[in-house]
């Protein structure tokens, strides 16, 4: 298996500087492509692991994500379907993101052909970033995340949701995050090639 281009791995670190998703999502495919799946599937879980005692805060009675990261971890395996506790609504900000992120997961390691799976792993560390970023914005403004969450289509919830993207703080945790899965790809790689 070829060693990830340190030129692509470094436009995934420019593309996190300019708080470009797109690029980053696409990006963050080729270097897991070129990757061994489960360094990839670690890399991933490490960015799902940030959120779980957050997103436990909040859902006490959530052990069923912790149990599922464990058992991803411990075995490189995965509930064919969520536990139905995962399937509730999740009201606090980002905890549908994370249980999305717990879903692509889980879905990545099912048996088929990979570049379905690694688009699961994309998904899943957007997720898992997204999460956090929601948490930290919506999470210390309980009403904008209602008005925005249950009036998608409403102008006040738009002009809200772009209030979200562009606040400064965001913007510094968002580009932070990637750049830490950057990180989190460039120790994974040496691993593979000691």
């Given at each position: 298996m070829p060693i990830?281009?340190?030129?692509?791995?470094?436009?995934l670190r420019?593309?996190?500087?300019?708080?470009?998703?797109?690029?980053?999502?696409f990006l963050l495919k080729s270097l897991f492509m070129e990757?061994?799946?489960?360094?990839?599937?670690?890399?991933?879980i490490e960015r799902a692991r940030s959120f779980l005692d957050t997103?436990?805060?909040?859902?006490?009675?959530?052990?069923?994500a912790r149990q599922i990261l464990m058992q991803m971890v411990n075995t490189g395996?995965?509930?064919?379907?969520?536990?139905?506790?995962?399937?509730?609504?999740?009201?606090?900000?980002?905890?549908?993101n994370y249980m999305k992120a717990l879903s692509d997961l889980a879905h990545a390691l099912q048996q088929g052909p990979l570049p379905p799976r690694i688009g699961y792993l994309v998904s899943a560390t957007?997720?898992?970033?997204?999460?956090?970023?929601?948490?930290?914005?919506?999470?210390?403004?309980?009403?904008?995340?209602?008005?925005a969450r249950k009036q998608p289509d409403d102008p006040a919830a738009r002009e809200i949701a772009y209030a979200f993207w562009t606040?400064?703080?965001?913007?510094?945790?968002d580009t932070d995050?990637?750049?830490?899965?950057?990180?989190?790809?460039?120790?994974?790689?040496?691993?593979?090639?000691?």
């Open positions: 990830p281009k340190p030129a692509t791995l470094e436009q420019q593309a996190a500087e300019a708080r470009d998703p797109e690029r980053c999502q990757m061994e799946f489960y360094l990839a599937l670690a890399v991933v997103f436990e805060l909040y859902y006490p009675d959530g052990a069923f395996t995965a509930p064919a379907r969520l536990p139905p506790e995962a399937l509730r609504d999740f009201d606090f900000p980002g905890a549908a957007v997720n898992a970033i997204m999460a956090e970023l929601v948490e930290h914005y919506y999470g210390r403004r309980p009403e904008a995340w209602e008005r606040d400064e703080e965001v913007a510094l945790l995050d990637w750049l830490q899965v950057a990180d989190s790809i460039a120790r994974h790689t040496q691993r593979q090639y000691r």
